[in-house]
């Protein structure tokens, strides 16, 4: 899956706690760093988060953002369907913010639980820490924290949002966690909240799906979210995941601007649900015996209590799936914004796997690419 960006406006130096995506990855990382072209490829490829992964959109530009499906796993080719050109409305990225949870569990934490080590992780990973939700806090507050920050970065009050768009796949609350963001944000307009559920490409549908109703529908400020808490999913005793997921949210505004400046220059986007098979966390039944209920060969009423699995994942198959049709989907996105390999200058990698890039870095040289270390695989 991808989605191709162009950002407007002087880059800003930010935090760098405020990064959610990598710490370098910030306005002040990229102004200290030569960008020829002003392009940037961001590459989601694995098979278990919704990607919010634009923590530093705002700069001047072009962002292209690919996000292999997990379903797509036994996909292999590429839509060259090109994406049509709107002319008149467009939307562009205008602020951004991030949220951690305060608990911070490192490779060596791990290696107390499971058979594994830093060096181990780290190598075949990158990863050497992640955030993991504690105490009191909750997925919906990290959303609200992120949401704040992008309000105050593109200096828009709650009341001026139209509608909220949470990307995640393990809301605070199966009915939905976007109305209780729009709820504690204050928006006295009561805009539309609805939450999308697509695991890893949420966060690129959740871009999609705001430019269109920026376009369609003459909205001016969408707040996308894109937020997670897998570790309530993970086998703590499984190190094939559990080292793998972390906890955090992140969150855009996207709004609406003249034709000249639209920034979404085209996405390439595909499922297929054969791919399940390697990746999920399927809802099951309770197995323990509901005395209120007597079969007598007739349908078990009434049903059994359900819950979700933890994840279950064949890397060996995920990986398989990234390399080869994440290039796939790289190169239909560029295609489609009318640019070639040469005119992108950083390339903000997924974490699932550091040997990844090697085979997905469209011939760009290793200092330009962008990773993350401290927050495992996140939103």
Not at 220 to 245: K, P
Request: one cysteine or more; hydrophobic letters at 40%; proline letters at 3%.
């Amino acid at each position: 899956m991808a989605v191709v960006l162009q950002g407007f406006g002087a880059a800003t130096a930010l935090s760098s706690s405020d990064s959610l995506t990598s710490r370098k990855f910030q306005f002040g990382y990229l102004k200290s760093r030569p960008v020829r072209n002003g392009r940037i490829l961001i590459v989601r490829s694995d098979l278990g988060f919704s990607e919010g992964s634009i923590q530093r959109a705002r700069c001047a530009g072009k962002l292209i953002i690919t996000n292999a499906v997990a379903a797509n796993a036994d996909s292999s080719t590429s839509s060259t369907a090109s994406t049509p050109r709107l002319v008149g409305k467009g939307c562009k990225l205008v602020g951004c913010g991030s949220a951690l949870p305060k608990l911070l569990v490192s490779n060596d934490d791990l290696a107390q639980i499971v058979e594994t080590s830093d060096e181990w992780i780290s190598v075949r990973t990158g990863i050497r820490n992640r955030r993991i939700l504690s105490g009191n806090e909750t997925l919906t507050g990290l959303a609200i924290e992120a949401s704040r920050k992008a309000l105050q970065m593109a200096q828009v009050e709650a009341d001026d949002v139209d509608l909220i768009v949470m990307c995640t796949s393990t809301p605070d609350d199966i009915f939905g966690s976007a109305p209780q963001v729009q709820r504690e944000l204050g928006c006295k307009k009561v805009p539309l909240a609805f939450d999308i559920r697509a695991a890893c490409s949420g966060f690129v549908l959740g871009l999609t799906t705001a430019a269109s109703y920026i376009r369609a529908y003459g909205y001016q400020n969408v707040l996308v979210i894109g937020a997670d808490a897998l570790s309530r999913c993970v086998d703590w005793t499984d190190r094939g995941t559990c080292i793998l997921f972390g906890d955090a949210a992140g969150a855009v505004l996207v709004q609406a601007s003249d034709g000249d400046e639209n920034a979404l220059l085209g996405y390439d986007m595909h499922s297929d649900g054969g791919g399940q098979r390697h990746l999920n966390a399927i809802l099951k039944e309770d197995q323990t015996e509901n005395v209120l209920s007597s079969t007598n060969g007739s349908a078990l009423f009434p049903p059994r209590p359900s819950s979700y699995s933890c994840i279950q994942m064949n890397g060996k198959e995920v990986f398989r799936f990234a390399v080869r049709c994440v290039p796939q989907s790289v190169e239909a996105s560029l295609e489609k914004a009318g640019l070639t390999s040469s005119d992108i200058d950083w390339l903000l990698l997924h974490q699932i796997h550091k040997t990844e890039p090697k085979k997905n870095n469209a011939g760009k040289p290793a200092d330009h690419r962008c990773r993350c270390n401290s927050f495992a695989d996140l939103t």
